[in-house]
C-alpha cells in the first residue's frame, strides 16, 4: 500500500505508518497539501496525517484540510515523541548557533531551547528533513529529529529525550478518499459549524450529553473567508453505526452543516 506522509524519510509519520500499514510503500512530501493531493490524484492509497500532540496541542493545518478535501479517517495510531539533537559529525553542541526543526516540534522543546539560549531556532516543514538538510550543507548548525533519521542521515546525537515531557505523544489519522463501514463499536470524529444563534453551543454539547457520549475532544478552527465564523471538531468514544446517525440527525438542528470525518477502532494504549 502506497502511504503518503508529511516529511522525509525518518520522519514520527513514518513511524505512524509502519504502525498502520503491514510494509507500507512510502511517499513522502514536503508539505501537508502535497500529501492531500497524493491522495486526492492516486499518488497514494493512504495519507497518514498528525492532527494533535500531548505537549503542542492540535496540529491545525491537517485539521482545515481533512474538512476541506472531505476525505475519510479510517484509523488511528499513537507514536511515542523522541526527540533528540543531531550535529554534523565532529561538531558540538556549544558550537552550534542555529538549530532548526519543524514548528511543532520547536514546541515541544520550549524548556531545551530556554536551557540553551545561544541557540536560534529555525522552522523547516520537517524534523527528518531538518537533519538531512544539514547534513547537506543547509544554514544550520544542528536539527532536532528522531534517532532514526540521524542515523539514516548519517547525523551525530549529541543530546537525547529532549522534549518538555516524557509523556509526549502524537496522535495520526490514516486517511483515505473513500468511507469505511468502521468497527461494531468506535469513535466517532465529527466536524461542524453551528447557526449563530444564542444556545447554538449548548444545544450541540447536549446531543452529546443526553446520550451519555465520552466527549474526548473538542476544538475549533476559523472558517476562513468568514470573520468571527469557527468551525467545531468533535471526537466521541465507543459509538456504534445507528447511534452515530442518531447524533448527526440531533446535530443538524444546530448546525449550518456536519461532516463525518470517519468512525474507527481507536488506538489502544498510551503510544509508549
Known amino acids: 500500500m502506497k ?14 505508518a509502519l504502525q498502520l500499514v503491514d510494509r507500507p510503500d512510502i511517499v513522502p512530501c514536503r508539505t501537508f497539501e502535497d500529501a492531500f493531493a497524493a491522495l486526492r490524484d492516486g499518488s ?10 500531548t505537549l503542542a496541542g492540535t496540529v491545525t493545518r491537517p485539521m482545515d484540510l481533512i474538512a476541506s478535501h472531505g476525505v475519510h479517517a479510517v484509523a488511528e495510531t499513537l507514536v511515542r515523541v523522541r526527540l533528540c539533537v543531531a550535529t554534523r559529525p565532529g561538531s558540538t553542541l556549544s558550537e552550534a548557533r ?10 515541544q522543546c520550549r524548556a531545551f531551547l530556554a536551557r540553551h539560549p545561544w541557540l536560534t531556532a529555525v522552522e523547516t516543514y520537517d524534523t527528518a528533513g531538518s537533519i538531512r538538510d544539514m ?5 544550520w548548525d544542528a536539527a532536532i529529529g528522531s534517532e532514526l533519521a540521524c542515523g539514516l542521515h548519517g547525523a551525530a546525537v549529541v543530546s537525547k529525550d529532549i522534549e518538555d515531557d516524557p509523556r509526549n505523544y502524537t496522535r495520526f489519522l490514516a486517511l483515505q478518499t473513500r468511507p469505511e463501514p468502521g468497527p461494531d463499536v468506535g469513535k466517532l470524529s465529527l466536524a461542524f459549524t453551528l447557526h449563530n444563534r444564542p444556545a447554538a453551543l449548548h444545544g450541540a454539547l447536549g446531543t452529546f450529553a443526553d446520550r451519555k457520549l465520552d466527549l474526548t475532544r473538542l476544538d475549533c478552527r476559523p472558517l476562513v473567508g468568514r470573520p468571527w465564523e469557527y468551525r ?6 465507543s459509538v456504534d453505526a445507528d447511534l452515530a446517525r442518531e447524533v448527526v440527525d440531533e446535530l443538524e438542528r444546530f448546525a449550518v452543516d456536519v461532516q463525518v470525518i470517519g468512525r474507527y477502532q481507536a488506538a489502544v494504549g498510551d503510544g509508549s
Not at 492509497?45 to 492532527?51: E, G, N, Q
Not at 547534513?135 to 544554514?139: I, Q, R, S
Request: proline share 4%.
Open 232 to 237: 467545531f471538531y468533535a471526537d466521541l468514544a
Open 135 to 139: 547534513m547537506h550543507g543547509a544554514g
Open 98 to 107: 542555529t538549530i532548526a526543526s519543524h514548528p511543532v516540534a520547536l514546541l
Open 44 to 53: 497514494a492509497d493512504l495519507a497518514v496525517i498528525p492532527v494533535e500532540n
Open 3 to 16: 502511504v503518503a506522509i508529511q516529511g522525509d524519510i525518518g520522519a514520527f509519520s513514518q513511524q505512524a
